[in-house]
């Protein structure tokens, strides 16, 4: 029959062997020897636990932190004492100094609960998600059983403009290394560790609070170089909730100006549209090409708060100056036109007028 001490060192020996396969650290015979041969084994790792240390909730296209609190509430589950090894070195060491090393090799595996050389990771869990993680990774020291970290971890973020309203999951990895077990051996006190490679998974959901959100669908114009014209704008509330009392403004720079920059829209259901008609003024030298006009909606939300939506942008096409020829010929083209009209209203009235003179 094998010895049962030979079973223990054959059976930490086939652990430390796949353990190394498995993570590539190195563990020399002579520790294998010592930790097989403790005189405890005891049972237990670290335990994290993340929660958000911020608010969860976000806005569309809003910048912000991620604070993330990491405590670890790790516990030691049992110990095994190995009686005939204590009793061999009390008979060869003495017992005094044998209990000297059993109390130092307990002290030593209380240990085992901490969480040391800590990376966390975050990821989304739906990689399509409408969130940017700007940095994800960050090391975070070591941490001992009940404790949290002194200050959050922190992660920014944003979130994107086009963002739809909902909860979006975020994956929180957290590798860490471990001591698995100590032995404090004869004659010297010598220590030798065991230690392993862990990782734990953890879920931080945030949510992306539903609010309206707008956008310009299309513009008419018919601008030309010196003219005064009217620019009509189709907005969209394509947000998840109602706008109240919307007001779209626009803010014009040369070749326009104007003295009409606001249109009143009304009440903006989800997915309803609304037109809003400007007058603007063109500089006579203007260059004919694609102008940029800058844009947004005030509105007031579900709180009854006055917001803003997000900059827009209203393109208007400019084209040539008339000709000063044509504008004469134009206007010579109405003159002659109003005359042609009164003509044919006033030829009536003079005959009836002229019949009516000669009755008398």
């Known amino acids: 029959m094998i010895p049962i001490k030979n079973v223990k060192l054959l059976m930490i020996t086939i652990l430390l062997l796949s353990y190394m396969q498995v ?28 929660n958000l240390a911020c608010d969860k909730v ?69 990689q399509d998600a409408p969130i940017k993680i700007k940095l994800d990774t960050l090391l975070l020291g070591s941490l001992s059983t009940g404790k949290s970290l002194a200050s959050p971890a922190a992660f920014p973020i944003e979130i994107y403009d086009n963002a739809k309203a909902g909860t979006y999951t975020l994956r929180l990895d957290i590798a860490y290394r471990h001591q698995r077990d100590s032995a404090v051996t004869p004659p010297y006190g010598d220590t030798y560790y065991w230690y392993e490679d862990l990782n734990q998974t953890m879920y931080l959901p945030i949510v992306i609070e539903e609010e309206p959100y707008f956008k310009v669908l299309h513009t008419e114009s018919d601008l030309q170089a010196g003219d005064r014209e009217t620019i009509t704008v189709t907005y969209m509330n394509t947000g998840d909730q109602l706008a109240r009392e919307c007001i779209a403004r626009i803010s014009v720079v040369d070749p326009f100006t104007t003295t009409d920059d606001q249109a009143y829209l009304g009440d903006m259901r989800p997915s309803e549209s609304r037109n809003a008609t400007f007058v603007v003024n063109v500089a006579a030298d203007a260059t004919p090409k694609e102008y940029s006009i800058s844009s947004e909606v005030k509105y007031k939300d579900v709180h009854d708060k006055s917001q803003y939506s997000d900059a827009l942008k209203v393109t208007a096409d400019v084209g040539p100056a008339t000709p000063l020829g044509e504008k004469v010929k134009d206007n010579a083209t109405t003159i002659t036109g109003l005359m042609l009209m009164v003509g044919i209203i006033g030829t009536p009235a003079y005959m009836v007028s002229k019949r009516k003179r000669n009755n008398k």
Request: cysteine-free.
């Open 23 to 50: 993570a590539s650290a190195g563990i020399n015979e002579e520790v294998v020897s010592e930790i097989a041969s403790d005189y405890y084994d005891v049972y237990g790792a670290p335990n994290l636990k993340a």
């Open 58 to 126: 976000f806005q569309r296209g809003e910048s912000a932190v991620l604070y993330v609190n990491v405590m670890n509430n790790g516990q030691i589950t049992g110990y095994e004492a190995d009686q005939k090894e204590i009793d061999d070195d009390i008979a060869q060491y003495g017992e005094s100094l044998t209990r000297s090393f059993m109390s130092a090799e307990l002290l030593s595996d209380r240990a085992i609960t901490t969480a040391d050389s800590m990376t966390a990771t975050l990821s989304l869990v739906d």
